[in-house]
């Protein structure tokens, strides 16, 4: 697949997304589609994750997956975003929603600051695929991710991701260090070439 865009492009989307947003009210592109946000929520629910963990999405572009969960009682919310564009973009998405409890916070997750910690869940649906993607020095900077979750993800609490380039074996060995699966949550098959595989990859992981 092609490297990512540098993160001003990521600036540039999320500004056309803005735009848009303030012409005609549309969240935009939900990434990964509504399916990844629904497996997730069906998982918390069928665990019975009290409703009041504190939960964080890394990576949380136009906040759609926080007002889900919303919608859904979750009431500790919070989500994060290096790009200045995406937050103003999902407060907008929160205040159409009427969301006022999800708190929303420029971050980079790879220089975490002291106050993001504590975390019973934590959700990822992309940002570690584009850390991963980054030409400069990805294998350093997806060692530093396993890093900040560890500092940001209490001891037992729960990491969901939702992954486009990673296999199950792939993501297993990149989040060994500090983390056991719990399980694979099933996404949608693509039939290639008479081989069947999977396009998306979903786990759930324990911290230890």
Not at 101 to 110: H, R, S
């Amino acid at each position: 697949s092609p490297p990512p865009p540098p993160s001003s492009s990521w600036d540039a989307a999320y500004e056309r997304e803005l735009q848009t947003f303030q012409d005609i009210g549309d969240a935009g592109e939900i990434w990964f589609g509504e399916e990844s946000m629904a497996r997730i929520i069906r998982w918390l629910e069928k665990r019975k994750v009290p409703l009041d963990s504190s939960v964080l999405d890394i990576g949380t572009g136009n906040g759609v997956l926080l007002v889900e969960l919303a919608k859904s009682g979750y009431m500790n919310l919070t989500g994060i975003d290096y790009s200045p564009s995406a937050i103003q973009l999902s407060e907008k998405v929160r205040e159409k929603e009427g969301m006022p409890n999800i708190k929303l916070k420029v971050e980079d997750f790879l220089a975490p600051s002291a106050e993001l910690s504590g975390f019973e869940i934590c959700i990822d649906k992309g940002t570690f695929d584009a850390i991963s993607l980054n030409p400069d020095n990805a294998l350093g900077k997806r060692k530093q991710y396993v890093r900040s979750l560890c500092s940001v993800l209490e001891p037992e609490g729960f990491f969901l991701i939702t992954s486009c380039n990673w296999t199950k074996e792939e993501l297993l060995n990149e989040f060994r260090e500090g983390f056991e699966i719990l399980e694979e949550l099933p996404t949608p098959k693509f039939c290639f070439g008479g081989r069947i595989g999977n396009s998306v990859t979903a786990l759930v992981f324990q911290r230890k």
